[in-house]
Protein backbone atom coordinates (compact mmCIF):
# COMPACT_ATOMS: atom_id res chain seq x y z
CA UNK A 1 0.00 0.00 0.00
CA UNK A 2 1.08 3.08 -0.96
CA UNK A 3 -0.76 4.80 2.24
CA UNK A 4 -1.89 8.55 1.15
CA UNK A 5 -0.10 10.38 -1.51
CA UNK A 6 0.16 14.12 -2.12
CA UNK A 7 1.16 15.72 -5.26
CA UNK A 8 2.91 18.07 -6.36
CA UNK A 9 5.37 18.57 -3.29
CA UNK A 10 5.93 22.05 -4.14
CA UNK A 11 4.29 24.27 -6.17
CA UNK A 12 4.99 28.00 -6.23
CA UNK A 13 1.58 30.45 -7.91
CA UNK A 14 1.49 34.30 -9.02
CA UNK A 15 -2.15 35.60 -7.24
CA UNK A 16 -5.18 34.78 -9.00
CA UNK A 17 -3.99 31.71 -10.54
CA UNK A 18 -5.81 28.44 -10.01
CA UNK A 19 -4.58 24.87 -9.44
CA UNK A 20 -5.58 22.00 -7.69
CA UNK A 21 -3.75 19.82 -4.74
CA UNK A 22 -4.22 16.12 -5.70
CA UNK A 23 -4.80 13.47 -2.77
CA UNK A 24 -5.09 10.21 -2.78
CA UNK A 25 -5.17 6.90 -0.76
CA UNK A 26 -5.62 3.25 -1.29
CA UNK A 27 -6.57 2.16 1.62
CA UNK A 28 -10.64 2.46 1.11
CA UNK A 29 -11.09 4.66 4.07
CA UNK A 30 -14.09 6.49 3.87
CA UNK A 31 -13.36 9.23 5.77
CA UNK A 32 -10.83 11.90 4.24
CA UNK A 33 -10.04 15.84 4.71
CA UNK A 34 -7.52 18.43 3.99
CA UNK A 35 -5.71 20.36 6.50
CA UNK A 36 -3.76 23.44 6.42
CA UNK A 37 -0.63 23.95 8.54
CA UNK A 38 0.80 27.55 9.55
CA UNK A 39 3.89 28.54 12.04
CA UNK A 40 1.70 29.36 14.94
CA UNK A 41 -1.89 28.41 13.90
CA UNK A 42 -1.26 24.49 13.87
CA UNK A 43 -3.13 22.50 11.93
CA UNK A 44 -6.50 23.84 10.67
CA UNK A 45 -9.10 21.91 8.80
CA UNK A 46 -10.63 23.19 5.55
CA UNK A 47 -12.57 20.25 4.50
CA UNK A 48 -13.45 17.25 4.91
CA UNK A 49 -15.55 14.43 3.69
CA UNK A 50 -16.99 10.58 4.97
CA UNK A 51 -17.52 9.19 1.61
CA UNK A 52 -17.92 9.75 -1.79
CA UNK A 53 -20.35 12.32 -3.26
CA UNK A 54 -20.01 13.75 0.44
CA UNK A 55 -18.39 17.07 1.67
CA UNK A 56 -18.29 19.99 4.38
CA UNK A 57 -16.71 22.60 5.37
CA UNK A 58 -13.85 22.86 8.40
CA UNK A 59 -12.75 25.62 10.23
CA UNK A 60 -11.10 28.00 6.89
CA UNK A 61 -13.13 26.82 4.02
CA UNK A 62 -12.98 29.90 2.28
CA UNK A 63 -10.97 30.24 -1.46
CA UNK A 64 -11.04 26.15 -1.54
CA UNK A 65 -12.96 23.79 -3.10
CA UNK A 66 -13.43 20.05 -2.83
CA UNK A 67 -15.30 17.08 -4.26
CA UNK A 68 -15.11 13.35 -4.00
CA UNK A 69 -16.24 11.77 -6.66
CA UNK A 70 -13.95 8.41 -5.65
CA UNK A 71 -13.29 6.74 -2.38
CA UNK A 72 -9.63 7.50 -2.91
CA UNK A 73 -9.74 10.74 -4.75
CA UNK A 74 -10.31 13.87 -2.84
CA UNK A 75 -8.44 17.15 -4.78
CA UNK A 76 -8.54 20.48 -3.09
CA UNK A 77 -9.06 23.05 -5.50
CA UNK A 78 -7.93 27.06 -4.82
CA UNK A 79 -9.81 28.93 -6.92
CA UNK A 80 -7.72 32.41 -7.47
CA UNK A 81 -4.77 31.88 -5.33
CA UNK A 82 -3.55 34.92 -2.57
CA UNK A 83 -0.37 35.24 -0.71
CA UNK A 84 -2.44 34.54 2.26
CA UNK A 85 -2.77 30.84 0.86
CA UNK A 86 0.64 30.31 1.32
CA UNK A 87 0.85 27.35 3.86
CA UNK A 88 1.72 23.71 3.56
CA UNK A 89 -1.14 21.48 2.71
CA UNK A 90 -1.78 18.38 4.18
CA UNK A 91 -4.58 15.64 3.16
CA UNK A 92 -5.50 13.00 5.86
CA UNK A 93 -7.34 9.75 5.74
CA UNK A 94 -9.33 7.34 7.98
CA UNK A 95 -11.63 3.96 8.21
CA UNK A 96 -14.71 5.34 10.10
CA UNK A 97 -14.13 2.54 12.68
CA UNK A 98 -11.37 4.70 13.94
CA UNK A 99 -14.03 6.56 16.37
CA UNK A 100 -15.42 3.80 18.52
CA UNK A 101 -16.40 4.25 22.38
CA UNK A 102 -13.18 1.98 22.61
CA UNK A 103 -10.92 3.81 20.65
CA UNK A 104 -9.39 3.87 17.32
CA UNK A 105 -9.26 0.91 15.92
CA UNK A 106 -6.75 2.13 12.81
CA UNK A 107 -4.68 4.78 12.64
CA UNK A 108 -5.60 8.52 11.01
CA UNK A 109 -3.22 8.99 7.76
CA UNK A 110 -1.42 11.96 7.13
CA UNK A 111 0.19 12.26 3.62
CA UNK A 112 3.74 13.99 3.15
CA UNK A 113 2.27 17.18 2.45
CA UNK A 114 2.25 20.16 -0.41
CA UNK A 115 3.93 23.14 0.36
CA UNK A 116 2.10 26.29 -1.54
CA UNK A 117 4.22 29.54 -2.11
CA UNK A 118 2.09 32.28 -3.35
CA UNK A 119 3.57 35.45 -4.59
CA UNK B 1 -8.45 32.67 22.62
CA UNK B 2 -7.82 29.21 20.89
CA UNK B 3 -9.71 26.41 21.89
CA UNK B 4 -6.57 24.23 22.14
CA UNK B 5 -3.64 26.26 23.77
CA UNK B 6 0.37 24.50 23.48
CA UNK B 7 3.33 25.85 24.60
CA UNK B 8 5.51 25.98 20.61
CA UNK B 9 9.15 25.02 22.38
CA UNK B 10 11.19 24.84 21.04
CA UNK B 11 12.28 22.36 23.79
CA UNK B 12 15.58 21.14 24.04
CA UNK B 13 16.63 18.21 26.67
CA UNK B 14 19.65 16.07 27.16
CA UNK B 15 19.41 12.87 25.96
CA UNK B 16 18.00 10.15 29.04
CA UNK B 17 16.18 13.30 30.19
CA UNK B 18 11.97 12.84 31.06
CA UNK B 19 10.30 14.99 28.66
CA UNK B 20 7.12 16.63 29.42
CA UNK B 21 4.92 18.13 27.35
CA UNK B 22 0.86 20.00 27.74
CA UNK B 23 -1.74 21.24 26.50
CA UNK B 24 -4.72 23.43 28.19
CA UNK B 25 -8.35 23.29 26.31
CA UNK B 26 -11.26 25.28 27.01
CA UNK B 27 -13.93 23.17 25.16
CA UNK B 28 -15.35 21.23 27.91
CA UNK B 29 -17.12 18.75 25.28
CA UNK B 30 -13.50 17.49 24.13
CA UNK B 31 -13.73 13.39 24.80
CA UNK B 32 -10.93 12.06 22.33
CA UNK B 33 -7.67 13.34 23.06
CA UNK B 34 -4.66 12.17 20.54
CA UNK B 35 -0.66 13.27 20.42
CA UNK B 36 0.85 13.66 16.65
CA UNK B 37 4.57 13.30 16.31
CA UNK B 38 5.28 15.34 13.03
CA UNK B 39 9.49 15.04 12.38
CA UNK B 40 10.48 17.95 9.60
CA UNK B 41 8.84 18.08 6.10
CA UNK B 42 6.39 15.27 7.09
CA UNK B 43 3.24 14.59 7.65
CA UNK B 44 1.64 14.18 11.00
CA UNK B 45 1.49 10.21 12.73
CA UNK B 46 -0.42 9.10 15.78
CA UNK B 47 1.43 8.35 18.60
CA UNK B 48 -1.04 8.54 21.30
CA UNK B 49 -4.80 8.38 22.16
CA UNK B 50 -7.06 8.38 24.99
CA UNK B 51 -10.56 8.56 25.60
CA UNK B 52 -11.93 10.73 28.45
CA UNK B 53 -9.65 11.29 31.83
CA UNK B 54 -6.98 8.57 32.72
CA UNK B 55 -3.40 7.57 31.92
CA UNK B 56 -2.40 5.20 29.08
CA UNK B 57 1.29 3.72 28.76
CA UNK B 58 2.77 2.59 25.52
CA UNK B 59 6.59 2.01 26.10
CA UNK B 60 8.46 5.15 26.99
CA UNK B 61 5.15 6.85 26.51
CA UNK B 62 2.57 8.27 28.31
CA UNK B 63 -0.32 10.33 28.22
CA UNK B 64 -2.41 11.86 30.78
CA UNK B 65 -5.57 13.66 30.69
CA UNK B 66 -6.96 15.83 33.37
CA UNK B 67 -10.76 16.53 32.33
CA UNK B 68 -10.97 18.48 35.49
CA UNK B 69 -8.63 20.78 34.69
CA UNK B 70 -8.57 20.73 30.72
CA UNK B 71 -5.16 19.83 31.03
CA UNK B 72 -3.06 16.83 28.73
CA UNK B 73 0.83 15.93 29.40
CA UNK B 74 2.44 14.00 27.40
CA UNK B 75 5.58 12.04 28.88
CA UNK B 76 8.42 10.30 26.96
CA UNK B 77 11.17 8.65 29.13
CA UNK B 78 14.74 7.78 28.04
CA UNK B 79 14.30 10.12 25.86
CA UNK B 80 16.04 9.80 22.41
CA UNK B 81 17.73 11.87 19.78
CA UNK B 82 14.92 10.48 17.14
CA UNK B 83 12.52 11.71 19.63
CA UNK B 84 13.60 15.22 18.34
CA UNK B 85 10.39 16.07 16.49
CA UNK B 86 7.33 18.51 16.58
CA UNK B 87 4.58 16.93 19.04
CA UNK B 88 0.92 18.36 18.30
CA UNK B 89 -2.00 17.36 20.89
CA UNK B 90 -5.36 17.29 19.44
CA UNK B 91 -8.85 16.48 20.64
CA UNK B 92 -12.58 15.78 19.46
CA UNK B 93 -15.95 16.13 21.58
CA UNK B 94 -17.48 12.93 19.26
CA UNK B 95 -17.19 9.10 18.80
CA UNK B 96 -17.67 8.92 15.26
CA UNK B 97 -16.16 12.51 14.45
CA UNK B 98 -14.05 11.21 11.85
CA UNK B 99 -10.96 13.54 10.91
CA UNK B 100 -12.55 16.79 12.50
CA UNK B 101 -9.74 17.29 14.94
CA UNK B 102 -8.84 20.31 16.58
CA UNK B 103 -4.75 20.90 16.83
CA UNK B 104 -2.71 22.66 19.39
CA UNK B 105 -0.09 24.24 17.63
CA UNK B 106 2.66 21.78 18.28
CA UNK B 107 5.86 21.72 20.80
CA UNK B 108 8.94 21.51 18.98
CA UNK B 109 11.27 18.84 20.70
CA UNK B 110 15.22 18.85 20.01
CA UNK B 111 16.81 16.13 21.89
CA UNK B 112 20.54 16.52 22.60
CA UNK B 113 23.71 13.71 22.63
Redesign the interface.
Known amino acids: NAGVTQTPKFQVLKTGQSMTLQCAQDMNHEYMSWYRQDPGMGLRLIHYSVGAGITDQGEVPNGYNVSRSTTEDFPLRLLSAAPSQTSVYFCASSSNSLWTSGGPQETQYFGPGTRLLVL | QKE ?1 E ?1 D ?1 GPLSVPEGAIVSLNCTYSNSAFQ ?1 FMWYRQYS ?6 LM ?1 T ?1 SSGNKEDGRFTAQVDKSSKYISLFIRDSQPSDSATY ?1 C ?1 M ?1 P ?8 T ?4 TQLKVEL
Request: proline share 7%; glycine share 22%; aromatic share 18%.
Open positions: VQPYRKGPELYYLASFAGGGNKLFGTG
